[in-house]
């Protein structure tokens, strides 16, 4: 197995979320779901980042994903970013109500053990 992955929802109320996802890969991974608003409380059809928080161990990069066809945002290292607008979801009809990750990178050279990482992403329901 080349991933662990433990997907956590620590607050889900009427007009936010916090989703947390913590794991660990040995080599790159393709379209992994971090939220699926259908599993939210009152299963809102948008939403509005309003911050993300990762860490990444070196070595290794993830890219976020509006579902399986619009990049979001390139993740590495260790950051965080506070939107002062947020970052709105594509209309409705032209996404799939999933934000999904890819793992595109993971070692260099002869360093094959498993890089961890930590993603924290906060939401506004609309």
């Known amino acids: 197995m ?34 699926d608003l259908r599993k939210l409380a009152g299963s809102p059809k948008r939403v509005k980042i309003s911050s993300i928080v990762w860490l990444i161990e070196e070595k ?19 950051n965080s970013v506070r939107f002062d607008h947020g970052l709105m979801s594509p209309e409705e009809n032209k996404w799939n109500g999933v934000i999904e ?9 002869n360093d094959y053990t498993d890089k961890y990482f930590f993603i924290q992403i906060e939401l506004d329901k609309l």
């Open 101 to 109: 990750f890819d793992i595109v990178d993971v070692h260099k050279g």
């Open 60 to 78: 290794m990069k993830l890219r976020l994903l509006w579902g399986p066809d619009e990049f979001l945002l390139p993740m590495e290292s260790r």
């Open 2 to 35: 080349t991933l662990f992955l433990e997907q956590k929802v620590d607050l889900d109320g009427p007009r936010n979320a916090t989703v947390i996802v913590t794991g660990a890969a040995k080599q790159a991974e393709q379209r992994i779901k971090l939220v």
